[in-house]
């Protein structure tokens, strides 16, 4: 009887995990509708303890604004910009210090509901004497103050930078939890937190990683601007300033990668830890980033090197450091590369041959056009593509016929590739999701999840994009499993081979331990250590491959 109450109080555990408190997905708020108005408010708005309301969403909102504000004192110093769009820059102004307006006065209405203040003999002054407050204040000061006093038009632009300052309330409070958890910590730890994922980044790290891409964002958007002559030649000097502050975030951030990656246990040691850094893709990317800019500094008077600035544009790919979409992508390629490398080679033969037969048809006819087999390369690639751009065509009846024929052909062929891909994708995924699921099974078999599982969990969902339901539904899956195979486990072999149902339960069970055993395993050690000591047959390691769905 221990066995079978142990078994549902596991059961009884795992069916009242809260799956979304698990993943670290905040619920709605519950507050109560009969509170006070300023209460209510104040739950709903500002609280930052309150799990589940809009304090987040309103932070990040006037984030937006503020920055918003930024970019309209930027470009109103464009008079190209500015004059043509006045009322439009006007109605933004109007709109941002009323939201400024409204987000102060709420701040000191609900002020007595603050826990900073509402202990205070006047809240409301104590707010309004707060830092924070002040800050709040300037921002907007300055349109009311030209309503009363003749301010110059140039003073009042300067003086709204102070709204920049409102981004204080968002720093602040992470910083100040950067803090706490380095304390005790050295200043390259506290560097490497920074910079890196880790459980001491905190809010910060999130701060630091946003302020990167939006910088990335503007120097791209910034390269491919200035490509445009009439905006290169208005905007000469905005492009330069803007590429050397970029240049200046991006080298401060790669010198740091740097020099604090020795922290990471993966890269151990002064000197080659850091080569070994600065050779990984994501460095690389970091370097390329930045190369352009110095080699055109420094080698300008050698060599013409204005083609390098071009290469600012792999700026763009430092946005894969956030995403693993990449990765998956290089990882599919990799496990399909015997099959793509088959297809690009009979895509390259067709290729040759259809160039060929275009040159024999049609070289008398177009000799401008069909000069030569390489020159007929062009036509090939866009006849088989389908793509048809129609400047090269065929006049003859049979370069026509053939052309018709290779078009057909073309559509198949050159659709391997990409069929390949979107198969592979969407294997990776099954692999991935199957691996996550072993890994459950294995997390819940003891019937309680340890902080390092939870952690686990929680990255995986991140990785594989997983919503509360989607994981919800693998652990009734997993549990479903585990109720299976705890029952065919409790019965011998020859009274599971009596009932068809159970013995292919039991066959499922084996090959989801079979497909375990591969993923547990480091990558190809099975079959090498089988090959060494001679235990398996080829027709046992091709059944090995086929349970994996690996390529016979």
Not at 475 to 493: R, S, W, Y
């Amino acid at each position: 009887m221990e066995p079978a109450r142990s078994q549902r109080h596991q059961t009884q555990y795992i069916n009242n995990i809260d799956v979304a408190e698990l993943l670290g997905q905040e619920k709605k708020a519950e507050i109560p509708r009969d509170l006070p108005l300023r209460k209510w408010l104040y739950a709903w708005l500002l609280d930052p303890h309150m799990t589940g309301n809009k304090q987040k969403q309103v932070d990040k909102l006037l984030g937006i604004l503020i920055v918003a504000n930024l970019f309209s004192l930027i470009f109103e110093q464009v008079p190209a910009i500015f004059e043509p769009n006045k009322q439009l820059f006007h109605f933004f102004d109007i709109f941002s210090v009323a939201i400024f307006s409204i987000e102060y006065l709420l701040r000191f209405y609900l002020a007595p509901e603050d826990e900073e203040f509402k202990h205070k003999r006047n809240p409301r002054i104590g707010f309004a004497l707060s830092p924070f407050a002040i800050i709040d204040l300037l921002a907007i000061a300055p349109f009311y103050l030209q309503a009363f006093v003749p301010v110059d038009l140039r003073a009042l632009r300067v003086l709204r930078l102070l709204r920049i300052l409102k981004l204080v309330r968002i720093v602040v409070p992470a910083y100040q939890e950067f803090v706490r958890l380095n304390q005790g910590r050295s200043f390259r730890q506290k560097m490497h937190a920074l910079v890196f994922p880790s459980p001491y980044g905190g809010k910060l790290h999130e701060l630091f990683d946003t302020f990167i891409v939006i910088w990335v964002l503007l120097s791209v958007m910034s390269v491919v601007l200035e490509s445009v002559d009439t905006l290169s030649y208005m905007f000469n000097l905005h492009f330069i300033v803007l590429d050397a502050i970029a240049v200046a975030i991006f080298t401060i951030e790669y010198c740091v990668r740097i020099y604090c990656c020795i922290e990471d246990p993966k890269y151990q040691g002064a000197v080659m830890g850091r080569v070994n850094q600065a050779r990984t893709p994501a460095t690389l990317i970091d370097l390329l980033a930045i190369l352009p800019f110095y080699l055109e500094v420094f080698l300008h008077h050698i060599f013409d090197l204005r083609f390098l600035r071009i290469f600012r544009l792999a700026r763009l790919l430092k946005l894969t450091r956030n995403s693993d979409a990449t990765a998956v992508l290089f990882r599919v390629i990799a496990r399909e590369w015997p099959v793509m490398g088959a297809a690009s080679f009979i895509m390259g033969l067709l290729l040759i041959l259809t160039a060929s037969l275009g040159y024999l048809l049609e070289h008398e006819a177009q000799p401008e056009k069909f000069e030569n087999i390489p020159q007929s390369i062009y036509w090939a690639v866009i006849t088989l593509a389908s793509v048809g751009y129609g400047d090269i065509s065929p006049v003859t009846p049979w370069g026509r016929a053939i052309t018709a024929v290779l078009a057909l052909l073309g559509i198949g062929i050159f659709a391997i590739p990409a069929a390949l891909l979107a198969s592979a994708f969407s294997d990776e995924l099954i692999k991935a999701r199957e691996g996550l699921k072993a890994n459950l099974f294995h997390i819940l078999k003891d019937g309680k999840i340890e902080e390092a599982e939870v952690k686990f969990i929680r990255e995986e969902a991140k990785r594989l994009h997983l919503s509360a339901a989607e994981i919800n539904a693998l652990i009734d899956q997993v549990m479903k499993d585990k109720e299976i195979e705890d029952n065919l486990k409790a019965l011998p072999l020859h009274m599971i081979a009596q009932r068809p149902a159970h013995a292919i339960e039991y066959f499922k069970t084996c090959i989801s331990e079979i497909r375990q055993l591969d993923m547990l395993m480091e990558q190809g050690k099975f079959e090498e250590t089988a090959r060494e000591l001679d235990r398996l047959t080829e027709s046992e390691l091709k059944l090995w491959r086929q349970i994996q769905g690996k390529a016979s």
